[in-house]
């Protein structure tokens, strides 16, 4: 029993951390580093090292074999983003088309701080007034006294 459950356990793990072989150290680091910088194009929330659907190791087939042809780093993510869009990549580029995913979320965190603050104004403008009431309020009681 222990047996298969070791045996079971070490073909999992052979799965999981299966590197292409025939790439030196250098390019084995390239190649991970890659697969975690470019986007899974079926799964959309995973990386294309965590991915395990059909087109993501399609994907990873296709930069072994680029990094294995000597090209760099950025012509293999300039072909890949040729052909599958700025989508393929986590950190798309600055430019007209992207400016929405780089700059929303400072307007966000500006609207919400803008909206925090004209609250907080509000909320110490009526407490003033009310606090104003109060003392108006408490002299006349004592002058009827």
């Known amino acids: 029993m222990i047996r298969k459950v070791l045996g079971f356990y070490l073909l999992a793990c052979s799965v999981v951390w299966a590197a292409p072989e025939g790439l030196t150290n250098e390019e084995l680091v390239r190649y991970h580093d890659l697969l975690e910088e470019l986007r899974c194009l079926v799964c959309q929330n995973q990386n294309l090292a965590e991915s395990n659907a059909s087109l993501a190791n399609d994907l990873k087939r296709q930069v072994e074999d680029m990094i294995r042809a000597g090209q760099t780093d950025e ?23 992207t400016w929405v ?3 929303s979320p400072f307007v ?11 609250t907080l104004r509000k909320r110490q403008a009526t407490q003033t007034r009310t606090d104003a009431v109060d003392r108006d309020a408490l002299k006349r009681l004592l002058d009827n006294e």
């Not at 293999?76 to 986590?90: C, E, M, N, P, S």
């Not at 500006?110 to 603050?117: D, K, S």
């Open 75 to 97: 012509q293999i993510k300039t072909y890949l983003q040729a052909r599958y869009g700025d989508f393929v990549l986590y950190r798309p580029p600055f430019k007209p088309t």
């Open 101 to 103: 995913l780089w700059i």
């Open 108 to 118: 966000v965190l500006i609207v919400v701080l803008l909206i925090a603050w004209l």
